[in-house]
C-alpha cells in the first residue's frame, strides 16, 4: 500500500519568508509525527499528532513553527519568518497508534534551504 | 534527559566482515529500543526493536539485544554484503509518556566494499 508522502521534495526559499509543508500519512494511522533533521545528526522531535490535536509539542524550536492537521489526516508544517537556521531535512512519520514500541513509518522528507 | 549514544562512523568494512555498531541510552524509565536504516536515497525504515530487558531484536542478519545492565542495544552482523552500507540510526522511546515519541542518535554511516 501507499506509504508516508511528503510534499513538496525540496523547498528553496528566502530568508524571513513563510513556508508549508505537507505530509500525508499512511491510511488510519491516528498517530502523526514532525521530526527535523540537519546535517549529520539525527532526526530531532518537534510535534506529535494524535488524530486533530497536537498532543505534544515540546519539541517545536520558537514560536515560529506551528502545525495542523484538521481532519486527523494530512498534516502542514508551517514555518514563518524562516532563518537560514531553519535549513533541514523535515521528516514525517505516521503510526497506527501511539502504544509503546509501536513502529513509525517515515516519509521521504522535505530538505528546506533557507538562503 | 534521555539521550542515545551510538559510534561514530563512517565505518568501513569488506564484505562478509563482522558488523558491531555501538549504542548506548541514557533513560529515566523503561524505554523500547530500535535500529532504524537509511539506504542511499530512501527514507528511514526500522531495522529491529526490542521492548524490554533482555530481548533480542532481529532482521535481515542484524541482532541486537536489550541489555538493561549496561544499557546498550549494539547492533550485530555476522557477514556484512555490499547492500548493507547505509546509515544507522540508533533511538528510544521513553515509556513514561504517552506519545512513543522518538530519541535518536546521531547515526553511523556504514560503508561495505566488495
Known amino acids: 500500500g501507499a506509504g508516508v508522502s511528503q510534499t513538496p521534495s525540496n523547498k528553496v526559499t528566502e530568508k524571513g519568508k513563510y513556508v508549508e509543508l505537507r505530509c500525508d500519512p499512511i491510511?488510519?494511522?491516528?498517530?502523526l509525527y514532525w521530526y527535523r533533521q540537519s546535517l549529520g545528526q539525527g532526526p530531532e522531535f518537534l510535534i506529535y499528532?494524535?488524530?486533530?490535536?497536537?498532543?505534544?509539542d515540546s519539541g517545536l524550536p520558537n514560536d515560529r513553527f506551528f502545525a495542523v492537521r484538521p481532519e486527523g489526516s494530512v498534516s502542514t508544517l508551517k514555518i514563518q519568518r524562516t532563518e537560514r537556521g531553519d535549513s533541514a531535512v523535515y521528516l514525517c512519520?505516521?503510526?497506527?497508534?501511539?502504544?509503546?514500541?509501536?513502529?513509525?513509518?517515515f516519509g521521504p522528507g522535505t530538505r528546506l534551504t533557507v538562503t | 534527559g534521555d539521550s542515545v549514544t551510538q559510534m561514530e562512523g563512517p565505518v568501513t568494512l569488506s564484505e562478509e566482515a563482522c558488523l558491531t555498531i555501538?549504542?548506548?541510552?541514557?533513560?529515566?524509565?523503561?524505554?523500547?529500543l530500535f535500529w532504524y536504516v537509511q539506504y542511499p536515497g530512501e527514507g528511514l525504515q526500522l531495522l529491529l526493536k526490542?521492548?524490554?530487558?533482555?530481548d533480542k531484536g532481529s532482521n535481515k542478519g542484524f541482532e541486537a539485544t536489550y541489555r538493561k545492565e549496561t544499557t546498550s542495544f549494539h547492533l550485530e552482523k555476522g557477514s556484512v554484503q555490499v547492500s548493507d552500507s547505509a546509515v544507522y540510526f540508533c533511538?528510544?522511546?521513553?515509556?513514561?509518556?504517552?506519545?512513543?515519541?522518538?530519541?535518536f542518535g546521531t547515526g553511523t554511516l556504514l560503508a561495505v566494499q566488495p
Open positions: 499528532f494524535q488524530g486533530t490535536g497536537a498532543a505534544d
Open positions: 491510511s488510519g494511522h491516528t498517530a
Open positions: 555501538n549504542c548506548t541510552y541514557t533513560a529515566t524509565g523503561y524505554p523500547s
Open positions: 526490542a521492548t524490554k530487558a533482555d
Open positions: 512519520a505516521s503510526s497506527l497508534s501511539s502504544d509503546r514500541g509501536r513502529e513509525q513509518y
Open positions: 533511538a528510544l522511546s521513553d515509556d513514561g509518556g504517552a506519545t512513543n515519541k522518538l530519541i
